[in-house]
């Protein structure tokens, strides 16, 4: 009921929720802009979790928000595409931002596809389908998972798996605002020694105790951002031992 409040047309939206496995595109009352969600499934949550409350779940700390805002086009780099709500929030936040997704899972990319196209956001907002990490290779990737589709675990598979093509986030172009979401795969680049000199100004971090080097994966997120020159910050709300939002912003 929360997300339809602010999907159009509401009527189809509500009818749809009874379908698992439907997929419908809806414009966002007040902005104007267009999503694709499954129904009956995470992606309705994770729409609720950034649109549909009062502090957006990537509303940025003020310190941080100053910073951004302060910048002219805006450059995001956007890891963990999944279906492209972070992008239509980042459309809708900063609007003249040029955004980067990265997004490996087929079924998931296909539908943030289909958003970019729908908000005619083809020359500021581009789509590679690879995943990332720190280094140019090829890897497992759990598919089929929805949000939490994801790079394989050495030794565990717990889905339907393919192969994907690996990008090293340190050879891409350059971004003023980092956002990681993936699954567990941040630890790598996290640990880089790299990260000391990239240039973002801004990381919206979603820490996994998945594949964590240590056994307190938000004390680690927090001393790898610091190691890397970025003052953490991070707000109580939604976070559990297992993952959370961090904010780092670069001293």
Not at 84 to 112: C, K, M, Q, T
Not at 116 to 144: M, P, Y
């Amino acid at each position: 009921m929360r997300a339809a409040r602010l999907l159009r047309p509401t009527v189809r939206f509500l009818a749809c929720e009874t379908r698992v496995g439907t997929v419908g595109g809806y414009t966002i009352a007040g902005n104007g802009l267009t999503v694709h969600l499954r129904h009956a499934s995470r992606d309705v949550e994770i729409f609720n979790e950034i649109f549909g409350r009062r502090r957006a779940a990537y509303e940025p700390p003020a310190e941080v928000a100053a910073r951004l805002d302060a910048v002219g086009s805006l450059r995001i780099g956007d890891l963990g595409g999944n279906i492209g709500l972070f992008g239509v929030y980042a459309l809708e936040r900063w609007p003249a931002a040029i955004v980067r997704s990265y997004e490996p899972d087929p079924a998931n990319a296909a539908l943030l596809r289909a958003t970019i196209a729908a908000n005619h956001a083809c020359e500021r907002w581009e789509l590679a389908q690879v995943a990332v990490s720190n280094a140019d290779t090829t890897a497992t990737f759990e598919t089929g998972l929805l949000s939490e589709s994801r790079l394989a675990a050495a030794g565990r598979r717990e889905a339907e798996t393919i192969e994907v093509a690996v990008t090293d986030l340190f050879a891409q172009p350059p971004v003023d605002l980092l956002k990681i979401d993936i699954e567990g795969a941040e630890w790598a680049i996290l640990g880089d020694p790299r990260l000391a000199f990239y240039p973002a100004q801004a990381i919206v971090l979603e820490w996994h105790s998945r594949m964590c080097p240590a056994p307190k994966a938000r004390h680690a997120a927090r001393g790898l951002l610091e190691s890397a020159g970025y003052e953490a910050s991070e707000e109580d709300r939604d976070q559990t031992p297992t993952n959370g939002v961090m904010w780092g912003l670069r001293h």
